[in-house]
């Protein structure tokens, strides 16, 4: 019989709570990004308040668990639901400040980063994942773990696009793509095969590596951003470098992480 395991320690809560958080971190990312043009359009304003609802939403959701498990999955799909809308139509809305018009690489490069609102898409797919599928069953690993994999994917577009924009003026800033690529490859193969024990501990090492890199970004992002052209510091974050884009890798790591660590 399987040693009982702590509550805090549930797969299912790890995840709820780790879209709870990200869903909430979103906000301030939406608030440094739109207000290059002080949400200008109108609708720019849908994710910001989304993003203050949504973990509100959710929490009510896990605090009525024990006595309702009902409204805490019917909480969940109506968040997941509506985060896939925004999600998906932010791309729309970001392809359509430039791709749209000219359909060049070139576009694509210096429009708004089409892929960021994805981030809403893969956390609302998440959210219905967890009432859909058992977390304690092998399937709900590859899903979460493919989750993961979708969202290092994204990051390894959306880090070559972003550094293009600077023609890679720095040859760090190759790493982000690499360590994309990497962790890439490394999770798709326990979606495809069965993989020995050594095989996910040496992912939980190339996870750690992840993670490391998303950290140095970030301080890199920082200092470039602190050492900017404008005397306001917070002008300098926000037409400067993104700064929270490089803890995407940390982020999606511990998502990878529990997936793993579930399917070990």
Not at 141 to 161: D, K, M, P, R
Not at 232 to 258: M, Q, S, T, V
Request: aromatic content about 14%.
């Amino acid at each position: 019989m399987a040693p009982s395991r702590a509550w805090w320690l549930e797969p299912w809560l790890m995840v709820e709570v780790f879209a709870l958080a990200n869903l909430g971190g979103l906000a301030f990312d939406i608030y440094l990004a739109h207000s290059v043009n002080d949400f200008r359009r109108a609708p720019e304003s849908i994710p910001l308040y989304f993003s203050a609802a949504a973990p509100v939403v959710l929490f009510v959701g896990l605090a009525l668990r024990r006595r309702s498990k009902a409204a805490w999955t019917d909480l969940g799909y109506l968040v997941g639901a509506i985060a896939i809308l925004v999600g998906l139509t932010g791309t729309i809305f970001h392809l359509d400040s430039s791709f749209f018009y000219e359909r060049t690489m070139k576009s694509l490069t210096y429009a708004a980063p089409f892929a960021a609102p994805l981030a809403y898409t893969g956390l609302g797919f998440l959210v219905i994942l967890n009432r859909m599928v058992d977390a304690n069953t092998q399937e709900w690993a590859q899903w979460v773990l493919l989750l993961a994999l979708g969202g290092f994917a994204g990051n390894f577009v959306f880090s070559l696009s972003d550094h293009a924009e600077n023609g890679f003026f720095r040859p760090v800033e190759w790493l982000a793509v690499a360590a994309s690529a990497i962790a890439v490859g490394f999770l798709l193969v326990p979606l495809l095969m069965r993989v020995s024990r050594e095989f996910i501990s040496l992912c939980f090492w190339i996870l750690g590596f992840e993670a490391g890199v998303g950290v140095l970004g970030f301080l890199l992002h920082a200092q470039a951003n602190l050492h900017g052209p404008s005397v306001h510091a917070f002008k300098n974050f926000i037409y400067g470098a993104p700064p929270l884009a490089p803890l995407l890798f940390p982020n999606l790591a511990l998502l990878a992480l529990i997936a793993l660590w579930q399917l070990r």
